[in-house]
């Protein structure tokens, strides 16, 4: 007596088919959200957070302010995935001289850190225009520094820009924002 297997298994008792349709896709599910995490900056989506570690030093004045006190005030802000990994870090510095109670000059000297591999940190478009500059005598100015963030791999990319603003004082207190401006 020969069976026929195919009358005593319907459709609802084939886990077979099931599994086989089910798990391939479960993994290229995994796989792409691996890389979009691996790649993404959660720093990127917080909004504006005082800095902690905002470090202020005297330093010796720049040509043509011999009269003048300098401070710099720089922090160094790093991006990570959401796994922790550091993807790239920038340290954001303002150079500042004053005279007299007031403030008289200001300088924008931040630089790239450490980036990883698909991530770049450019500068802004009007950092050359901003970067040097005479100010009008001032007890206290607000001062913006900021650089592109941008990640590119095969799965994913994205940009935004990294900003801190900065609030110097003419007796040489600082403070300082991390913000973000999506692009």
């Known amino acids: 007596m020969q069976l026929n297997i195919e009358q005593k298994y319907d459709k609802r008792k084939r886990p077979g088919i099931i599994v086989w349709f089910v798990l391939p896709l479960s993994l290229v599910l995994t796989v792409i959200t691996s890389f979009f995490l691996a790649g993404t900056s959660t720093i990127s989506k917080q909004g504006e957070t005082p800095i902690e570690n905002l470090k202020v030093t005297n330093i010796s004045s720049r040509p043509g302010y011999a009269d003048a006190e300098c401070w710099q005030a720089s922090t160094?802000?790093?991006?990570?995935?959401?796994?922790?990994?550091?993807?790239?870090?920038?340290?954001?510095?303002?150079?500042?001289?004053?005279?007299?109670?007031?403030?008289?000059?200001?300088?924008?000297?931040?630089?790239?850190?450490?980036?990883?591999?698909?991530?770049?940190?450019?500068?802004?478009?009007?950092?050359?225009?901003?970067?040097?500059?005479?100010?009008?005598?001032?007890?206290?100015?607000?001062?913006?520094?900021?650089?592109?963030?941008?990640?590119?791999?095969?799965?994913?990319?994205?940009?935004?820009?990294?900003?801190?603003?900065?609030?110097?004082?003419?007796?040489?207190?600082?403070?300082?924002?991390?913000?973000?401006?999506?692009?």
């Open 76 to 183: 160094e802000i790093t991006e990570k995935n959401y796994l922790g990994k550091s993807l790239m870090s920038n340290n954001f510095t303002v150079v500042w001289c004053a005279k007299d109670g007031g403030i008289i000059y200001r300088e924008d000297a931040t630089e790239p850190g450490f980036v990883a591999e698909g991530m770049k940190s450019g500068e802004s478009a009007l950092r050359d225009q901003r970067k040097i500059v005479s100010v009008d005598s001032a007890e206290e100015i607000t001062y913006t520094t900021d650089r592109v963030v941008e990640f590119s791999n095969g799965w994913s990319s994205y940009a935004f820009s990294r900003c801190v603003n900065f609030t110097l004082k003419a007796d040489g207190a600082a403070e300082g924002v991390l913000s973000c401006v999506s692009s």
